[in-house]
C-alpha cells in the first residue's frame, strides 16, 4: 500500500485527495473541499493564494499519522505570481479579469497575430500569460522571479522553484519545438529568461515540505513531486486508451478536444482553425482546441436558482431528454455573448428571438454543444497522423449519458466515457511512475455507439 496526496485546483473549487495504489488500482477519497478565491481589490481580480495556502495546509494535515509518499499539484492554466528579491510572493491577476480585452491587438502592433503563433503554437485568447505579462509590464519587469499558480504552491510549500514543462506551455511565451522560452517574445512583454525558474518536467522532484510545513501539517518532510501542473495535462495522463488511435475531450466548464502528438504541429490550417498546442505529461503535445463547455449550463442554473427554479444535473438531463418540442436552430457555444453575461438564459433567448422554456434551453444548450464537438472532431480527423477511432470523454462532464450519447451520434465514432476523477487520476499516475494501463483497473468507463 502507497498513499498520494493529489491537490487539484479549479476555477471555481479545490480538493486535497488522499490516493491509495495498493499495486492493483488507486482507491481516491476527497479529504478537504473548498472554494477557489477570487477577490476583488480596487477594481482588479485576484486569486488568493494565501487563501489557498491555507485550505492546502489545511487538506494536508488531515493526511497526519499516514506514510504519505509525496504530493502532486496542479490547477488552471495562464495565471502567474509575481515574486520579489527577498522572495515575497504576490496574489496573482485572475484570468476572468478583463483587463485584457483588447491587449493582443495592442501586441500584434509589435508581433503579428501569424508570427506569435508560428513561434509558440498556441490558440490566441486574450487572457493568455504573453498578454497578461505586456499589460502589467511594468510590474512584471520589476518581478525577481515569475511563477504559475502550482510553481507557486510548491514553492510556498518547499521554498524551491521549478517551472513546470505543462504549464509554461499554456503562456504563450514558449517555444514547443525547443521547450525553450522564445526571448523576442518576452523582450516586447518586457521580460527577462533569468525571471524564470529552471525549466522541468512532470515527474521531477521539487523538494521535501519546509520544516515549517511538515511541522504545520504533521507530515514530516514529505516530497513535492512536479505532476502535470496543468490540470488538463495531468487529465489526459489518465485517458484510458489502449492504442494511439483516439481523441479526448476533457468535459468541464470548459471542454477541450484534442490528440497527442509527439511534436508540435504548427501550419497555417492549425492557426485558421485557432488550435493550441499544449505540453503533455510525457514531454509530448497536446494538439486541442478550447470550447466553452458547461459554463452556459452552470450559468443558467445559477439563474434559474435566482427565480425559484432549482434542477440538479440529473433532472437537467431528464428534461432535456424528455423534451417533447426542441428548438430547431442552434448557438455557437464559443459567442462572446456567452462569455460573461450577467443572465444567461436572456443571453441566449437574445441570440433565438424567442421565448422558451427551461427544458427547450437546456436541449438546445447540448444539442449546440454537440454540433461544436463534431464540428472541431471533424478538423481533428483532418490533422490527425492516424485515423481516430475512439473518442474518449473524461471529466465530470463524462457523467451526462445524454451528452454522450449526442456526442457519439454527431460525430459518429465510438465514445469512451470515463473516468470522471480524471485530473486527479493522472496526477497520482504522475507522482507514482504509473502507466495508462496500471490505471485501467481503477476506473469505471461507458461505452456509447453511434446510433444509425
Same mark, same amino acid.
Given at each position: $500500500?502507497?498513499?498520494?496526496?493529489?491537490?487539484? &485546483?479549479?476555477?471555481?473549487?479545490?480538493?486535497?485527495?488522499?490516493?491509495?495504489? =495498493?499495486?492493483?488500482? @488507486?482507491?481516491?477519497?476527497?479529504?478537504?473541499?473548498?472554494?477557489?478565491?477570487?477577490?476583488?481589490?480596487?477594481?482588479?481580480?485576484?486569486?488568493?493564494?494565501?487563501?489557498?495556502?491555507?485550505? *492546502?495546509?489545511?487538506?494536508?494535515?488531515?493526511?497526519?499519522?499516514?506514510? @504519505?509518499?509525496?504530493?502532486?499539484?496542479?490547477?488552471?492554466?495562464?495565471?502567474?505570481?509575481?515574486?520579489?528579491?527577498?522572495?515575497?510572493?504576490?496574489?496573482?491577476?485572475?484570468?476572468?479579469?478583463?483587463?485584457?480585452?483588447?491587449?493582443?491587438?495592442?501586441?500584434?502592433?509589435? $508581433?503579428?497575430?501569424?508570427?506569435?503563433?508560428?513561434?509558440?503554437?498556441?490558440?490566441?485568447?486574450?487572457?493568455?500569460?504573453?498578454?497578461?505579462?505586456?499589460?502589467?509590464?511594468?510590474?512584471?519587469?520589476?518581478?525577481?522571479? %515569475?511563477?504559475?499558480?502550482?510553481?507557486?504552491?510548491?514553492?510556498?510549500?518547499?521554498?524551491?522553484?521549478?517551472?513546470?514543462?505543462? *504549464?509554461?506551455?499554456?503562456?504563450?511565451?514558449?517555444?514547443?519545438?525547443?521547450?525553450? %522560452?522564445?526571448?523576442?517574445?518576452?523582450?516586447?512583454?518586457? &521580460?527577462?529568461?533569468?525571471?524564470? +525558474?529552471?525549466?522541468?518536467?512532470?515527474?521531477?522532484?521539487?523538494?521535501?515540505?519546509?520544516?515549517?510545513?511538515?511541522?504545520?501539517?504533521?507530515?514530516? +518532510?514529505?516530497?513535492?513531486?512536479?505532476?502535470?501542473?496543468?490540470?488538463?495535462?495531468?487529465?489526459?495522463?489518465?485517458?484510458?486508451?489502449?492504442?494511439?488511435?483516439?481523441?479526448?475531450?476533457?468535459?468541464?466548464?470548459?471542454?477541450?478536444?484534442?490528440?497527442?502528438?509527439?511534436?508540435?504541429?504548427?501550419?497555417?490550417?492549425?492557426?485558421?482553425?485557432?488550435?493550441?498546442?499544449?505540453?503533455?505529461?510525457?514531454?509530448?503535445?497536446?494538439?486541442?482546441?478550447?470550447?466553452?463547455? $458547461?459554463?452556459?449550463?452552470?450559468?443558467?442554473?445559477?439563474?434559474?436558482?435566482?427565480?425559484?427554479?432549482?434542477?440538479?444535473?440529473?433532472?437537467?438531463?431528464?428534461?432535456?431528454?424528455?423534451?417533447?418540442?426542441?428548438?430547431?436552430?442552434?448557438? =455557437?457555444?464559443?459567442? +462572446?455573448?456567452?462569455?460573461?453575461?450577467?443572465?444567461?438564459?436572456?443571453? *441566449?433567448?437574445?441570440?433565438?428571438?424567442?421565448?422558451?422554456?427551461?427544458?427547450?434551453?437546456?436541449?438546445?444548450?447540448?444539442?449546440?454543444?454537440?454540433?461544436?464537438?463534431?464540428?472541431?472532431?471533424?478538423?481533428?480527423?483532418?490533422?490527425?497522423?492516424?485515423?481516430?477511432?475512439?473518442?474518449?470523454?473524461?471529466?465530470?462532464?463524462?457523467?451526462?449519458?445524454? $451528452?454522450?450519447?449526442?456526442?457519439?451520434?454527431?460525430?459518429?465514432?465510438?465514445?469512451?466515457?470515463?473516468?470522471?476523477?480524471?485530473?486527479?487520476?493522472?496526477?497520482?499516475?504522475?507522482?507514482?511512475?504509473?502507466?495508462?494501463?496500471?490505471?485501467?483497473?481503477?476506473?469505471?468507463?461507458?461505452?456509447?455507439? +453511434?446510433?444509425?
Amino acid at each position: $500500500m502507497k498513499n498520494y496526496l493529489a491537490v487539484d &485546483l479549479g476555477a471555481t473549487s479545490g480538493r486535497v485527495i488522499l490516493a491509495v495504489w =495498493d499495486g492493483k488500482k @488507486i482507491e481516491m477519497e476527497t479529504l478537504h473541499r473548498f472554494p477557489t478565491p477570487l477577490v476583488e481589490k480596487d477594481g482588479k481580480y485576484f486569486w488568493d493564494i494565501f487563501v489557498l495556502e491555507k485550505e *492546502i495546509l489545511e487538506g494536508l494535515g488531515k493526511a497526519a499519522g499516514k506514510p @504519505i509518499e509525496s504530493i502532486g499539484i496542479d490547477t488552471w492554466g495562464v495565471d502567474f505570481c509575481c515574486v520579489d528579491a527577498e522572495g515575497k510572493v504576490s496574489m496573482p491577476r485572475a484570468y476572468r479579469d478583463p483587463y485584457t480585452q483588447g491587449v493582443p491587438e495592442q501586441f500584434f502592433r509589435e $508581433m503579428s497575430r501569424e508570427e506569435l503563433y508560428k513561434r509558440t503554437g498556441i490558440q490566441i485568447m486574450n487572457f493568455n500569460s504573453v498578454f497578461q505579462a505586456y499589460a502589467r509590464k511594468e510590474e512584471t519587469a520589476a518581478a525577481d522571479k %515569475l511563477l504559475f499558480i502550482p510553481d507557486a504552491l510548491s514553492y510556498l510549500l518547499t521554498g524551491k522553484m521549478v517551472c513546470e514543462y505543462t *504549464i509554461l506551455s499554456t503562456s504563450g511565451l514558449m517555444n514547443p519545438r525547443t521547450k525553450e %522560452l522564445d526571448e523576442e517574445i518576452l523582450k516586447i512583454c518586457g &521580460l527577462r529568461k533569468e525571471q524564470f +525558474p529552471a525549466l522541468v518536467l512532470p515527474g521531477t522532484k521539487v523538494g521535501p515540505l519546509s520544516k515549517e510545513v511538515a511541522d504545520k501539517t504533521g507530515l514530516g +518532510p514529505v516530497p513535492v513531486i512536479a505532476v502535470a501542473g496543468h490540470d488538463t495535462g495531468s487529465a489526459v495522463a489518465a485517458v484510458p486508451a489502449v492504442n494511439a488511435n483516439f481523441a479526448y475531450l476533457s468535459s468541464g466548464t470548459w471542454s477541450l478536444m484534442g490528440i497527442e502528438t509527439p511534436e508540435p504541429v504548427i501550419s497555417d490550417e492549425t492557426f485558421r482553425l485557432n488550435f493550441t498546442n499544449e505540453g503533455g505529461a510525457k514531454g509530448d503535445i497536446r494538439l486541442l482546441k478550447n470550447i466553452t463547455g $458547461m459554463w452556459i449550463i452552470e450559468q443558467c442554473l445559477a439563474q434559474w436558482r435566482k427565480e425559484g427554479r432549482d434542477y440538479n444535473y440529473k433532472e437537467l438531463e431528464q428534461m432535456a431528454r424528455e423534451c417533447p418540442d426542441r428548438e430547431t436552430s442552434l448557438i =455557437d457555444p464559443d459567442d +462572446p455573448a456567452f462569455a460573461t453575461p450577467q443572465n444567461m438564459p436572456a443571453a *441566449i433567448l437574445a441570440q433565438v428571438g424567442h421565448d422558451l422554456r427551461d427544458d427547450q434551453m437546456t436541449r438546445l444548450i447540448y444539442d449546440s454543444l454537440a454540433a461544436k464537438y463534431a464540428e472541431v472532431f471533424r478538423k481533428l480527423q483532418g490533422l490527425a497522423p492516424t485515423p481516430i477511432d475512439t473518442l474518449h470523454i473524461i471529466g465530470g462532464g463524462s457523467q451526462n449519458d445524454l $451528452m454522450d450519447q449526442l456526442t457519439a451520434d454527431v460525430c459518429r465514432v465510438r465514445v469512451v466515457a470515463g473516468p470522471a476523477e480524471g485530473t486527479a487520476l493522472g496526477n497520482v499516475m504522475l507522482q507514482a511512475g504509473l502507466s495508462r494501463k496500471d490505471i485501467l483497473a481503477s476506473i469505471n468507463t461507458k461505452i456509447y455507439t +453511434p446510433h444509425e
